[in-house]
Every structure is written in C-alpha cells, then in structure tokens.
C-alpha cells in the first residue's frame, strides 16, 4: 500500500540547523523508515536562494522517502496541510538588542507564522518551537492559533536532555542507554533545570550512584545549562548538528512514543502541574503514546529541586508578562 506523504514544514531552512536537519528529515529518521515526507521550506526572501541550492543537494540524495520539495517565503503556502512544523528561523540576538527587542522581533516572526498554522495547517499538526527564546516564541505562536489545541504547540528541551545524559555517561563510565528518566524543568536558558533526583543510571537512583551534591549543583547543572553558550564559544557559531540532532529525537518520541520505563523533557503548555503557571510553556517530564504526550505525575520534589524549577519558571512568567505587554499573546 503507498502511504500518503506527511507535510513537514521547516522554517529558518537556509540556516546552519536547517542543514543539518533537512537531510536527516528526508532519509526517513524524523518518521520513519516506511513513512514518505514531503518538505516545505519558508525562508525570508534573501534566503531563498540557499535553501533552492539545499533542495538541489536533497534532490542528488535520491532519498526514497522524499516526494517533494517546495520553497517559499509565504508562511500562508509553507504551513498548508503541513503535519509536522517545525519553527528553526528566528531573529538572532545582536549587539545593543534588549530583552524586550529580541521579544519583539520574535514576536513579528512567530505570531504571523502561529496564523498561519491556525488558518492552513492539518488536523493533526504537531509544532515543535526551536529558535529561541523557545519556550515564549511557542507561546506567541500558541497564542496566534486560538483553533488548534494548545497542547501541540511545543518547544525543544531535548537538547539540553541529551547534554544531560551525556554528562552522566562520561561522570559515571555507564553508557547513555543505560540512563533513564531524567528530567530537564523550566526554560530552555541558562535557568533550566536538570533533575537526575528520578534517574536510574543502570537501574540504581542516579543521585545515590553519584551522591556528591556539590558536583551536581556546582559542575553538572551549570555544564548542561550554559552548554549552549560553550559551544558558541568553542564553535563561533551556535548548536548546529546537535540541535538538529535534538530536534529530529523530538518530533520522533511525540509521535512514535517513549520506551517502557522511561521518559523524555519537552516544553510543554503546563497544565498546573508542579506548581508550574498554567499556560506557560515549560519543560516537564514526559511520557509519549501514540501521538500523544502526558506529563509524569506524581514525583516528589525535594528542596534542592523546588528552588531551581521555580527560579526557571519566574523567567517563563517574566518573559510571559513581557509579550503580554508588547501585545503579542
Ligand atoms: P541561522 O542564523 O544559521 O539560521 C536561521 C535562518 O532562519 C536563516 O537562514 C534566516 O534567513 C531564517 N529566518 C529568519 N527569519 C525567518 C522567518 N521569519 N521565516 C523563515 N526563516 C527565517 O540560525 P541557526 O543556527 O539555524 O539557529 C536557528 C535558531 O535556533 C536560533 O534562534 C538559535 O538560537 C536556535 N537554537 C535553539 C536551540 C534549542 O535547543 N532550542 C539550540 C540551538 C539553536
Ligand atoms: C543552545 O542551547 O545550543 C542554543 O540555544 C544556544 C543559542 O543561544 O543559540
């Protein structure tokens, strides 16, 4: 039987995540091995070029799956009967911008393109919010898509989940399939917090393996927190393959589903759970079945706890009263 492609919708494709990402869309990784895609491309006009010379190198891949590729710089034509969405190109922090500026101008990218969504996506849309401020560019979106259930507006923390993992791997010498139910709360900035207080490294509580608080708290949280500005540093240029890496991980737990026992962080619209502000797009743990995500309920959290996931979500509000001010949500 020949499957209907899915519609993914990239935007920011011409950028260095774009490229990473398209390709690994495009061999079936995003999906799945059976499953055919074919690509929408929203660019700004000056990028439209580069991402047509993109779509020439996903053409010479020859990739079995790929049944199409159109380009535009119209969010109108680029979301409709789009699928999967997911919202790479944003406006960068340059030198002299304020808080309150990147907001704006994030605003005028993510508001128009959460429209669109609203007015020309599929039933089933699934959104995934990368370019940053994540968490709030899914809010603006979110926001402008009042006929699309929240719940699929979503921002990526996974990064920052496999940095984590990564980190307890190389302290502990246990390899990353062995490390499950870690937890990353909050904002996709440097206030995020990585819980390992529910992880099992190797079927044992994770903070008994390692049971020494200060690392925790003064290498491992702060390591995995400020990782992306590291890697700018290191790099000159931020996150590109790991990000792209995180991205595809996403969208494939959402709609393939978590392992038994285990669970991943996405941002999510909070529900109130955890004392997390409704509506706020945060990260919590979570499980995935059949399309469909549910947060881990019933988790005790401790002191240590408590104090950073609250400190990540007074930013979240913060950033939230912001764009409420600037009339964006
Ligand atoms: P980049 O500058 O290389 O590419 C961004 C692309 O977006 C450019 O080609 C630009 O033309 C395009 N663009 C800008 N405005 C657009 C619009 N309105 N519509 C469509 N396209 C538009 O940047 P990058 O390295 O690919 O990073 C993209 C974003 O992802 C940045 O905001 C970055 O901070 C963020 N990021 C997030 C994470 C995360 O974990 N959430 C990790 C890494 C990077
Ligand atoms: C990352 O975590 O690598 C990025 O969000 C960093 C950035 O500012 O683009």
Known sequence: ????????????????????????????????????????????????????????????????????????????????????????????????????????????????????????????????VVGNPANTNALIAQAAAPDVPAERFTAMTRLDHNRALSQLAAKTGVPVSEIKRLTIWGNHSATQYPDVFHAEIAGKNAAEVIDDQSWLADTFIPTVAKRGAAIIEARGASSAASAANAA???????????????WTSMGIPSDGSYGVAEGLISSFPVTCKDGKYEIVQGLDINEFSRTRIDASVKELEEEREAVRGLGLI
């Open 1 to 128: 039987m020949t499957r209907t492609p899915v519609n993914v919708t990239v935007t920011g494709a011409a950028g260095q995540i774009g490229y990473a990402l398209l390709f690994r869309i495009a061999s079936g990784q995003l999906l799945g091995a059976d499953v055919p895609v074919r690509l929408r491309l929203l660019e700004i006009p000056q990028g439209l070029k580069a991402a047509e010379g993109t779509a020439m190198e996903l053409d010479d891949c020859a990739f079995p799956l790929l049944r199409g590729i159109d380009i535009t710089d119209d969010p109108n034509i680029a979301f409709d009967g789009a699928n999967v969405a997911l919202l790479v190109g944003a406006r960068p922090r340059t030198k002299g911008m304020e808080r309150g500026d990147l907001l704006e101008a994030n605003g005028g990218i993510f508001k128009p393109q959460g429209k669109a969504i609203n007015d020309h996506a599929a039933d089933d849309i699934k959104v995934l």
């Open 248 to 262: 595809i991980d996403h969208i494939h737990t959402w709609v393939n589903g978590t392992a038994e026992g285990d």
